[in-house]
């Protein structure tokens, strides 16, 4: 019986997130969701397909629910377009004006296509393959604005594109509720980046002071790695590079590249290992050189 139970309740989990992907969102008194259990996906191999296609009764049929029940859609490493459709429910009365925030900066392309007021639709285009001035709105994520028209199902379609990973963590925002949030996160970023700015100084005084190489190792360590981080969070483009799109596009896998590769000569030079290790410093070097 206990056997039987077990069996039972196991299909149920599993069957779940299924069931529960793809259904609309319904919003009601909140000023954020996340639309990770509501999203839709189509794989479009070549690339070709466009809206009018997708709105085909027989590309309808083909969106299935995301598998698992993560906070983002997650699709690795693709060279297909992927078709995203989030259905929302507005109550009636409800303020139509929201934002879709897409919280993956590296992300090279994505189209919105989401209903005007006057019937249609609009197309909005972002990605960090887009001057960071031609955003809708300046923030480091992808932030678009939709109207969503209350007392009926609206359906949000996005096309995604990238070279590299592709990740589709979305949320709805009151915009209201998205500056408030930013108010903490930028905080939060912003001490960390000080951090490391501050991390990085000391080490090059201490350079200065004691010539030691060791010390220029590691600077170059943490500037790889601040490097990196402000790829990933957007903060890069954002203020530092916003006019460099080639930059904007190879910053993070430089910035990992030569954070592992001084991260390991640093780590030669800390354990001495060419003296008392030297089988584990020939492999340590092998990997910097792989890593650069």
Sequence with gaps: MTARFLRILLLWLLATPAWAQGNPLVTGTQDRYNLAPYVTA?????????????????????????????????????????WLRVEIWAPPGSDPDWLLELAYPPLDHLELFSPTRHGGWQRQVGGDLEPFASRAIPHRNHVLPVW?????????YLRLSSQGTMAAPLRLWRPGALWQSDQASYALLSLYFGLLVGLLLYNLLLF????????????????????????????????????????????????????????????RRFLESRVGMPVIDRVLLALAVLWG
């Excluded at 997708?54 to 299935?64: C, D």
């Excluded at 993560?70 to 490493?77: D, K, R, T, W």
């Excluded at 969503?148 to 949000?156: C, F, K, L, R, Y």
């Excluded at 460099?244 to 592992?260: D, I, K, R, T």
């Design 148 to 156: 969503i028209p209350s007392g009926q199902t609206t359906a949000v």
């Design 208 to 267: 200065v002071a004691v010539r030691d190489p060791a010390f220029v190792i590691y600077v170059l360590f943490v500037a790889g790695m601040a490097t990196a981080q402000a790829a990933l969070t957007g903060l890069g483009y954002q203020f530092l590079w916003p006019g460099q799109l080639w930059w904007n596009s190879v910053s993070p896998p430089a910035g990992l590249c030569l954070a592992a590769m001084f991260g390991l000569f640093f780590a």
């Design 42 to 82: 189509l794989e479009d191999p070549e690339g070709r397909l466009a809206l009018n296609d997708i709105l085909l009764p027989a590309q309808q049929e083909r969106f299935r629910p995301m598998r698992g029940s993560g906070p983002s859609a997650n699709f690795g490493l693709t060279r297909s377009a992927i």
